[in-house]
């Protein structure tokens, strides 16, 4: 007999930035822009020592804002679609069906109907408040946890600890 575990859900445009907050800073942007950083950084300590008759230019350290600066546009940016998608198509956040069978994952709402199978998925991610199913890198379904009980909670772990073994599972 097929499992079947559904979840009805709203997402206010306020978790919805918070969620891909979330995805955003566990992305691979993130990272790089990190070790862009490190590089500039000891780029910029490393001449300054190299060049020790000089004076410590303060304009050279401005090099290492730089991933900052590319960060806080990244996120603007995401920001601005996520509200400008959330405004746009309200009917995909609200009030929506989760349906999750041993083979496919399923959303249903106004006017709208997805089904994928779980291959096609790379992985799954518990946080604080999401689980977080990826579709791949940079894209994910967010279940918000605050909206459930323990005991849907419970079920949905034990659930995703069973999905075929190409989905990596990664909960706490």
Same mark, same amino acid.
């Given at each position: 007999?097929?499992?079947?575990?559904?979840?009805?859900?709203?997402?206010?445009?306020?978790?919805?930035?918070?969620?891909?907050?979330?995805?955003?800073?566990?992305?691979?942007?993130?990272?790089?822009?990190?070790?862009?950083?490190?590089?500039? =950084?000891?780029? !910029?300590?490393?001449? +300054?020592?190299?060049?020790?008759?000089? #004076?410590?230019?303060? /304009?050279?350290?401005?090099?290492?804002?730089?991933?900052?600066?590319?960060?806080?546009?990244?996120?603007?940016?995401?920001?601005?679609?996520?509200?400008?998608?959330?405004?746009?198509?309200?009917?995909?956040? =609200?009030?929506? !069906?989760?349906?999750? +069978?041993?083979?496919?994952?399923?959303? #249903?709402?106004?006017? /709208?109907?997805?089904?994928?199978?779980?291959?096609?998925?790379?992985?799954?991610?518990?946080?604080?408040?999401?689980?977080?199913?990826?579709?791949?890198?940079?894209?994910?379904?967010?279940?918000?946890?605050?909206?459930?009980?323990?005991?849907?909670?419970?079920?949905?772990?034990?659930?995703?600890?069973?999905?075929?073994?190409?989905?990596?599972?990664?909960?706490?």
């Amino acid at each position: 007999m097929e499992r079947e575990i559904v979840i009805n859900q709203s997402l206010s445009e306020e978790k919805l930035l918070k969620a891909s907050a979330q995805i955003l800073l566990s992305g691979r942007i993130f990272i790089y822009l990190l070790i862009l950083f490190i590089v500039l =950084l000891l780029n !910029t300590i490393g001449s +300054t020592y190299i060049n020790e008759e000089e #004076e410590v230019d303060v /304009f050279s350290f401005f090099q290492c804002a730089i991933p900052f600066i590319v960060a806080v546009i990244v996120f603007y940016a995401v920001k601005k679609a996520v509200r400008k998608n959330y405004k746009k198509n309200t009917r995909y956040f =609200l009030n929506v !069906t989760l349906s999750f +069978t041993d083979d496919t994952f399923k959303t #249903e709402g106004k006017d /709208f109907q997805n089904s994928m199978p779980w291959e096609n998925y790379k992985r799954i991610k518990e946080t604080k408040d999401w689980f977080l199913i990826y579709m791949n890198q940079n894209q994910a379904q967010m279940v918000d946890k605050t909206a459930l009980s323990e005991q849907q909670i419970q079920e949905l772990k034990i659930f995703f600890r069973t999905l075929p073994p190409k989905v990596k599972v990664y909960l706490k």
